[in-house]
């Protein structure tokens, strides 16, 4: 059983910044492809980035392409979602998730992730 521990959200101005992080435990990270999701308050959960088992490959929302990187540190079973340029619409609680599938697969919809952490709220303060 995979744990994952998210971390690093806050409360934060527009323009501003923040790192989340995911420690993940109880598994091979090394072999799961990771994922970060939001969901804001009366709303379905949405994909935000993933990441395949390496960090070479990466894929993104739209509308947080050029603001959001995710990356990982497999030698600490951690990934990362770095969010610059906030904006109040990326107000939400954010979700970092494992996917047991194809290493390589950068999967996108909720459903195909095994493991999910609890969550750590992004406020965008205007």
């Known amino acids: 059983q995979v744990q994952l521990v998210e971390s690093g959200g806050g409360l934060v101005q527009v323009g501003g910044s923040l790192r989340l992080s995911c420690a993940a435990s109880?598994?091979?990270?090394?072999?799961?492809?990771m994922g970060w999701f939001r969901q804001a308050p009366g709303k379905e959960r949405e994909f935000v980035a993933t990441?395949?088992?390496?960090?070479?490959?990466?894929y993104y929302l739209n509308s947080v392409k050029g603001r959001f990187t995710i990356s990982r540190d497999n030698a600490k079973n951690t990934v990362y979602l770095q969010m610059n340029s906030l904006k109040p619409e990326d107000t939400a609680v954010y979700y970092c998730?494992?996917?047991?599938?194809?290493?390589?697969?950068?999967?996108?919809?909720?459903?195909?992730?095994?493991?999910w952490g609890q969550g750590t709220q992004v406020t965008v303060s205007s």
């Open positions: 990441i395949n088992w390496s960090g070479g490959s990466t």
């Open positions: 998730a494992a996917d047991r599938g194809i290493p390589d697969y950068l999967e996108t919809r909720a459903g195909e992730y095994d493991y």
């Open positions: 109880g598994g091979t990270f090394s072999r799961y492809g």
